[in-house]
Structures are given as structure tokens and as C-alpha cells.
């Protein structure tokens, strides 16, 4: 059985997952418009997301702690912007 993990946890691991989407090395070629680095950004951040998604929704979260789980969705999907744009 899978241990437990904290929603602190949970936010420290989506923040190491969106700082590695945004250090992962762009191809040269292709550049950031190559299909696998495209679908290995998404794929973390995708990650990411998927950590703090029901924090939102558990009652035991304190406040704070579901404004942080928010904070690293809309996180996710600027740096999807970032990485795209940028």
C-alpha cells in the first residue's frame, strides 16, 4: 500500500515539478516546438497539477493550504504559457 502523502508534501513536490518543466533542456532541433519536449513539459506539469488538485477539496486543508494548492495550478498553466511564448 502506497504511504500517505501530506498536502505540504504534496506542494513541495509540485513546485520541484514546475521548476523542472521550466529547466527542461529545449532540443535543438526542433526547438520548443518539437513534439517529445512539448509532451515532456506537459507531462510535468501535468504532475504537478495533479498533486494539489483535490487538496482544494479536502476538508481537513486548512485555508492557506488550499490557497497555495490554487496558486501552483495557476503556476502550472503560466509556465506552460512561459515556456511556450518565451
Do not use: C, N
Not at 501530506?6 to 521548476?19: V, Y
Not at 494539489?52 to 503556476?75: D, L, N
Request: aromatic share 6%; proline share 5%.
Amino acid at each position: 500500500m502506497a504511504r500517505l502523502i501530506t498536502a505540504a508534501e504534496r506542494i513541495k513536490r509540485a513546485h520541484k515539478l514546475i521548476q523542472a518543466a521550466r529547466e527542461y533542456p529545449v532540443p535543438e532541433r526542433g526547438g520548443k516546438y518539437d513534439l517529445t519536449y512539448m509532451a515532456q513539459v506537459r507531462g510535468l506539469l501535468r504532475q504537478a497539477r495533479e498533486l494539489v488538485q483535490f487538496i482544494g477539496k479536502t476538508p481537513s486543508a486548512s485555508p492557506e493550504t488550499k490557497e497555495e494548492a490554487r496558486r501552483i495550478m495557476e503556476e502550472a498553466d503560466q509556465a506552460w504559457h512561459e515556456i511556450m511564448k518565451g
